[in-house]
């Protein structure tokens, strides 16, 4: 299976990708000799060149610098809640699917119910709570990924414990918990490794969105979706404010989106979705 | 895949070809209308279709739009898998239509309706009218297999290529089956190519059969010369494998081994290494075609004796006169 | 036809559920809202009024009570900024927002499907990996900066179309094609591996058999087989593309459901933030059933 992956280049090379994009936005401050925050207003609405490598905005803040610092927020909020809603949705998956009839309708009816609502209108509640900050953005994602999520897990688990062997160990008086942990999850595995991939995409553009908007992440935050926000007025008379954030975010989600196909293509998880 | 294919359909006849599951039955009636799937081509090869008119052409150099032309009109064909091969999104009658309307057989949407309900009839589909509106899951097995034949025989065709027509359905449909088969050829004047690996179908409707084993014709003969006198070994090994009613099941006769796998590059008689007849020869050369009686001929060097080749052309021709 | 019933049960369950959670979330920070909206400056005697008369005052559950009572007859609150009933407001900006998300889910599915077809047919070859590479791009380009190219492009470069929506037919075409690239990506995505797996199946031979070409084979047999999925996934667009609206019409300035939702966040309106997502959540729910009828009409085998 390790042999397979290096085989397929997409996601050999989507790997890269977000690697290195990792790896700048961990270690930005040794990248950048500026902060993502200090003003200077002298420079401010510099064209890229040499010595602001793309530029400074309104305020005379690097936009590389800002754009490293943004990439952080981003990889957070792209793993954070992803990993919590997969966790959650595999929890509630499994029960739904394996603990009879009554968890599995008050659970779907709760993933149906979360799954109702236009993700981007239920995270503006959220945020009208909460205030604009990391956390609630974190709490929206992860209620409008769970349910889709509990309910591939579902289905997927039903399929498992149709096998024969699952069944014979039931009849041979083995506890359910230990099923579960024994056999469910073990099988589980690809399709939690291509689900948690494949949310990651959806979960850095829910960020970017709410940010554009101005009701996600807040200034002096830096946030690659509120560093367009911030340069939507000079959109057409300094295109590369807007253009640098937004093609990062771009690049971030494709690679997550092609490494998402290359592994289900690898890891042929039982159902499709 | 398939290699040394001699193929003569005459009018009106039916002809068989015989042999296990994987020896390119299936491959050689598709090749016919050109239904290859993508992996598989016709490297080399002709097919004569003589047409009733006098015409005579090589289906093999026809391209697309014209090979298409004749199908559903000249050659019908006929699938193992009646639920898989109806599209199960429309209506059976109008798929049955749809051969009309392609060939512009009858281009008044009524007209077309009132045939397709006499052909659902003369399959014997009851409540035809009714039928024609139903989708393929609401029928059973025989009834799509039937609606298959209706489909295959609108367009009126001169030859019908039923590939394992039979294999899917339960015995008492079979039989039913065979028997529309039989009658359409008659009715319709048209010969038909049975693909079968069932030796009891191949009994009850064919008039000449090919006992087909990789790819290659082991032995063809007259039905009744085949079953009678069956010279190969392996057209023996399939007539003693057929279990009888009485036959105790743990002693079924098997013919030894599987297919061999890597054949690329043998040059001896595909069936050597199953072969009862322990001989060297066999190993190194491809025996040709002996003829043993007037239209009995077997590819075998222990049973073919001397009488002569008669035929190893790499080549599949289809002939109907 | 049980099943639709028990499916329509099931929605109104769902929504139930939806008024419930929305209710909560708002709610969810204590502190009265009547407060935040009147800033400090009035005096208290205001403050009470107000509270009152938004029945803040009564406990959780009976508040809940009364605004359900109140949804039922069509009553869903008053606005507090705009000071006019929210049902008015989102029954106003409702057809901006159907307008936009029609025009885009059309040039979501004529893109989506053509691109998905090309795709299929030549599958592994130039033209798919191109066209590969384009819907996949599609689906991963954030809509505000389809959004804000697409200004820049045919508004400021080639002074093509207008920058922002005015009533007008023209103006549509940005907002909807900013909607619809995302949705466009996933249908090509869909419709072509939708079509791949018809490849094989043997109706396709016996359409051959019939004297189709294979394309033509493809394109008629295997097409109506391989739309039920792709038919399947127009609900799950729905949200989507409401999601996307709040974008899109804050970007082109129109007046939808969105932009509504987005004052309402921005000057704290409680009431009219619970009746848009509330009301969006209706459409959504009305939307899956029509895609479910839409599949058993298109479908014979889910009919019973």
Not at chain 1, 237 to 250: G, R
Not at chain 2, 95 to 112: C, D
Not at chain 3, 2 to 8: I, K, Q
Not at chain 3, 101 to 122: D, E
Request: aromatic share 8%; proline share 5%.
């Amino acid at each position: 299976m390790v042999k397979s992956f290096f085989q397929n280049k997409v996601a050999v090379i989507s790997v890269a990708v977000i690697v290195i994009i990792g790896l700048m936005a961990v270690f930005a401050p040794f990248l950048t000799p500026y902060d993502a925050q200090r003003q200077d207003l002298v420079a401010r609405l510099k064209a890229p060149g040499a010595e602001h490598l793309l530029g400074t905005d309104e305020l005379g803040r690097d936009v590389f610098a800002r754009m490293l610092y943004g990439a952080r927020v981003s990889l957070l909020i792209a793993v954070i809640p992803t990993a919590l809603a997969v966790f959650l949705g595999t929890i509630l998956g499994i029960a739904s699917a394996y603990y009879g009839k009554v968890a599995d309708l008050i659970i779907m009816w709760f993933a149906d119910v979360t799954l109702a609502f236009p993700g981007m209108l239920l995270a503006m509640a959220i945020m009208y709570s909460f205030g604009g900050s990391f956390l609630s953005v974190i709490i929206s994602i992860i209620i409008m990924e769970w349910g889709s999520i509990a309910r591939i897990v579902r289905s997927v688990t039903m399929s498992i414990t149709e096998n024969e062997y699952i069944q014979a160990a039931r009849t041979m008086g083995v506890r359910k918990i230990v099923i579960v942990i024994k056999h469910i999850l073990p099988n589980l595995v690809p399709t939690l490794i291509v689900l948690f991939t494949l949310n990651i995409p959806s979960s850095i553009l829910s960020e970017s969105a709410l940010s554009f908007l101005g009701i996600g992440i807040q200034p002096p935050e830096v946030s690659l979706g509120l560093m367009i926000n911030q340069s939507k007025a000079l959109i057409f008379q300094k295109p590369w404010l807007a253009l640098a954030p937004s093609l990062m975010i771009m690049i971030l989600v494709l690679a997550f989106n092609y490494l998402g196909d290359a592994l289900r293509d690898i890891l042929d998880p039982k159902t499709k979705y | 895949m398939v290699k040394g294919i001699d193929i003569t359909i005459p009018r009106q006849g039916i002809v068989g070809i015989v042999g296990e599951s994987g020896c390119g039955k299936s491959m050689t009636a598709k090749s016919i209308n050109h239904i290859l799937p993508s992996f598989a081509q016709i490297t080399s090869g002709s097919m004569i279709w003589h047409d009733p008119s006098g015409q005579v052409c090589d289906l093999v150099t026809l391209k697309e739009k014209e090979i298409r032309k004749r199908c559903g009109t000249d050659i019908a064909m006929i699938f193992q898998e009646p639920m898989t091969s109806l599209n199960p999104m429309m209506r059976i009658g109008d798929q049955i239509k749809e051969v009309l309307r392609i060939h512009r057989l009858e281009t008044n949407g009524e007209k077309a309706k009132a045939r397709v309900i006499e052909m659902l009839d003369a399959v014997e589909i009851p409540e035809p009218a009714i039928r024609y509106k139903a989708y393929p899951h609401e029928l059973s097995g025989g009834m799509r297999q039937r609606v298959m034949i209706a489909m295959a025989m609108i367009g009126n065709p001169k030859l019908l290529i039923a590939d394992e027509p039979t294999t899917a359905l339960d015995v008492t449909t079979q039989a039913q089956i065979l028997k529309l088969i039989r009658r359409m050829c008659e009715t319709y004047n048209m010969s038909a190519l049975m693909i079968t690996h069932n030796m009891g179908v191949v009994s009850n409707i064919c008039d000449y059969v090919y006992v087909m084993y990789l790819g290659t014709i082991m032995e063809q003969a007259p039905t009744s010369e085949l079953f009678g006198n069956p010279m190969h070994p392996y057209t023996r090994g399939l007539l003693s494998s057929i279990p009888g009613v009485y036959d105790n099941p743990e002693f079924l006769k098997t013919i030894p081994g599987n297919i061999p796998v890597d054949r690329k590059k043998f040059k001896g008689c595909e069936f050597c290494i199953r072969c009862s007849n322990d001989i060297k020869k066999c190993f190194f050369e491809q025996a040709p075609l002996y003829r043993i009686s007037e239209d009995h001929y077997i590819r075998c060097h222990v049973r073919g004796g001397n009488d002569g080749d008669i035929n190893n052309g790499a080549s599949v021709t289809e002939k109907e006169e | 036809m049980s099943g639709f019933v028990r499916r329509c049960i099931g929605v109104i369950l769902v929504l139930l559920g939806v008024m419930v959670l929305i209710f909560v979330i708002l709610r969810i920070i204590p502190g009265n809202p009547a407060a935040v909206l009147l800033n400090d400056h009035v005096n208290k005697e205001t403050i009470e009024r107000l509270t009152a008369s938004m029945n803040l005052d009564k406990p959780l559950p009976e508040q809940f009570f009364l605004y359900l009572a109140g949804v039922l007859k069509g009553d869903f609150g008053q606005s507090y900024y705009m000071k006019r009933p929210v049902l008015d407001l989102v029954l106003e900006a409702f057809p901006y927002t159907v307008k936009l998300t029609v025009f885009s889910a059309l040039f979501a599915w004529i893109f989506g499907i053509g691109i998905g077809v090309i795709s299929a047919v030549h599958h592994d070859r130039l033209p798919d990996y191109l066209f590969r590479g384009v819907s996949l791009l599609g689906v991963s380009v954030p809509v505000f900066m389809v959004a804000l190219v697409l200004q820049y492009l045919f508004y400021f470069k080639f002074s093509l179309l207008p920058l922002v929506y005015d009533g007008s037919a023209v103006s549509m075409i940005l907002p909807a094609i900013a909607l619809g690239w995302n949705s466009a990506g996933s249908v090509a995505r869909l419709t072509r591996s939708g079509l791949m797996e018809q490849f094989n199946e043997a109706y396709l031979d016996t359409a051959r058999a019939k004297g189709l070409t294979a394309r033509q084979a493809i394109l008629t047999h295997g097409l109506k087989n391989a739309m039920v999925p792709v038919i399947t996934m127009l609900a799950l667009q729905l949200s989507g593309m409401l999601s996307g609206a709040v974008i899109t019409e804050s970007v082109f300035g129109i007046a939808g459901i969105g932009k509504l939702a987005l004052s309402a966040v921005e000057t704290r309106d409680m009431p009219l933030l619970q009746g848009t997502v509330l009301f969006s959540a209706l459409i959504i729910s009305v939307g899956n059933i029509i895609s479910d009828l839409i599949n058993r009409c298109l479908d014979p085998r889910l009919r019973v």
